[in-house]
């Protein structure tokens, strides 16, 4: 059974910076899988905020977040990377990562206040 925990979140001011990390448990092949981060703000759909292939040469973002965030894993760890700076209130949201969009964890609350 795949389990993925989220950590990292928290309340930062607009332009901090923070880093958050998804830790994969029982997954034996989790360095042949695409991994994502995702988030939720209130009222939202979930939306697709990067996407790193298995060995990480290939990372793809989503508009809003370019020039901003960079993911990044270690395969040796089992551990996907979001690295958030220039953080801005519109990226409020609960966020979470996803192993070949199968398994979820349980989210990472994102809070930036103005």
């Known amino acids: 059974q795949v389990q993925l925990v989220e950590s990292g979140g928290g309340l930062v001011q607009a332009g901090g910076s923070l880093r958050l990390s998804c830790a994969a448990s029982?997954?034996?092949?989790?360095?042949?899988?695409?991994m994502g981060w995702y988030r939720q703000a209130p009222g939202k759909q979930r939306e697709l905020v990067a996407t790193?292939?298995?060995?990480?040469?290939?990372?793809n973002y989503a508009d809003s977040v370019k020039g901003r965030f960079t993911i990044s894993r270690d395969n040796n760890k089992k551990t996907v990377y979001l690295d958030m700076s220039d953080l801005k209130p519109e990226d409020t949201a609960v966020y979470y990562c996803?192993?070949?969009?199968?398994?979820w964890g349980q989210g990472t609350q994102v809070t930036v206040s103005s």
């Open positions: 996803s192993e070949r969009n199968i398994y």
């Open positions: 029982g997954s034996i092949y989790f360095s042949l899988y695409l």
């Open positions: 790193i292939s298995a060995g990480g040469a290939d990372k």
